[in-house]
Structures are given as structure tokens and as C-alpha cells.
């Protein structure tokens, strides 16, 4: 089992550019997250997505930030128009249809803007 | 609101000291706690879970509901113990997000 896989792990845009941010889960997983890491704090959720379903989107930005976990394929994290304050790095984890309180996590995407 | 407040960032010991890295939480319901690592170049894991109640790699701790605590000890800190430590919080019965606090990172000397 591969574990979750994130990718690009590194992104660099300019203000003003969309950034798009991949996560495959762990095989056999139904839930994804996704949490940002600024500098000098801790891992604030952003969100938490079933296959074509926002569960909790609580975390989320009003503007500019959408998430998505279609049927097929990854779930990505899509921030348009790109802030010099979105650069972090962004952790996306899954777990399995019954919640334990196990996230698995990614080695994280650092987006950093210019 | 769920909230999980690590006071300390950073504690550095000697191989052989005791240490307890301190959680404290802020949660209207019932909550669940864990502890999460990381250690050098790997991924964030999770170390143990208040409903398990056992020890993992010598660590342990302890929900406390009326401090509304969940401090982790070990008794005898080994270098491989050196990571950043997490405490996380998810409601019961309800929401499934788990809310982490800013961590803190363990140094154990020789």
C-alpha cells in the first residue's frame, strides 16, 4: 500500500496564478482531509471530503479556495488567484469509511508564492 | 468550538529524564483525544489514542476531564524520541475532523 500520495510536493506561483494541489488516498480509504500548515503554527483543517461529497468544508476560506473528491481520481485542493499569505505547506490525510480518529497523512504540498 | 492548546513549543532533555509534553482542550462534548508524531523526514502518524489506553513506546497519557487535559509521559526519554508531538481532538458521536494543536518539538540529548 503506497499511502497517501500528494502531489506536486513543491509549487511555486505568482500572485494572482491558481494553484491546484493533488491527494490520492490510501487504497480502501473513503474519507480525504485537507489541512494547512503555516509558518510558526500548527495544522488548521481546512476540509473533509467523501467520493463526490463536502462533509465539512468549516475550515475552508470563503473566496478564492474549492475543494473537490470526484468519483474518479484524486482529490484536489484549488486556490485561484493566489495570495503571497497562502503560502504554506498543505497536508492532505484519509481514513477509512468507519472513523477511528487514524488519519493517514501525505508528505504535504509547500505551495509558495512569489 | 473544539480547541487544543499546547503551552510549551519547544523541551529538551537528557537521555533517561522523564518528560510530559502538556495538551489542554476545549470541547462542550465528549471528546477524543490522540497523540500524534512526527519524526525527521517522515510523514505524521498517529502515537496514541486516550480510548485505547495503552502505552505505546514506553509513552502513556491520560484524559483528565476535569483539567480538561491530555498530557503525554514517558518516564525514561530515549534520542529516538526527538519529533514533533501533536495533540488532537475529534468530537464524539458527531464531527469527525480532528483539530491539532501547534505542536511541540522534543529534543532528547545524549
Known amino acids: 500500500n503506497a499511502g497517501v500520495m500528494q502531489n506536486p510536493r513543491h509549487l511555486v506561483r505568482r500572485r494572482g496564478q491558481e494553484a491546484r494541489l493533488r491527494c490520492s488516498p490510501m487504497?480502501?480509504?473513503?474519507?480525504v482531509y485537507w489541512y494547512r500548515q503555516l509558518p510558526e503554527e500548527g495544522l488548521k483543517f481546512m476540509v473533509y471530503l467523501q467520493k463526490e461529497n463536502i462533509i465539512d468544508e468549516s475550515g475552508m476560506p470563503k473566496e478564492r479556495f474549492s475543494a473537490e473528491f470526484p468519483k474518479e481520481g484524486p482529490s484536489i485542493l484549488r486556490i485561484q488567484q493566489v495570495v503571497r499569505g497562502d503560502s504554506a505547506a498543505y497536508f492532505c490525510a484519509s481514513s477509512p469509511l468507519v472513523f477511528t480518529g487514524e488519519l493517514f497523512f501525505g508528505e504535504g504540498s509547500r505551495l509558495t508564492v512569489l | 468550538a473544539q480547541r487544543v492548546t499546547q503551552p510549551e513549543k519547544l523541551l529538551s532533555v537528557f537521555k533517561g529524564a522523564p518528560v510530559e509534553l502538556k495538551c489542554n482542550y476545549s470541547y462542550s462534548g465528549s471528546p477524543e483525544l490522540f497523540w500524534y508524531v512526527q519524526y525527521s523526514r517522515q510523514r505524521l502518524q498517529l502515537l496514541l489514542r486516550h480510548i485505547s489506553r495503552e502505552s505505546i513506546k514506553g509513552f502513556t497519557a491520560d484524559l483528565n476531564k476535569g483539567e480538561t487535559s491530555f498530557h503525554l509521559k514517558k518516564p525514561f526519554a530515549q534520542e529516538e524520541d526527538s519529533a514533533m508531538y501533536y495533540c488532537a481532538l475529534s468530537g464524539r458521536g458527531g464531527s469527525e475532523k480532528l483539530v491539532f494543536g501547534k505542536g511541540m518539538k522534543l529534543t532528547v540529548n545524549p
Open positions: 487504497k480502501g480509504h473513503s474519507h
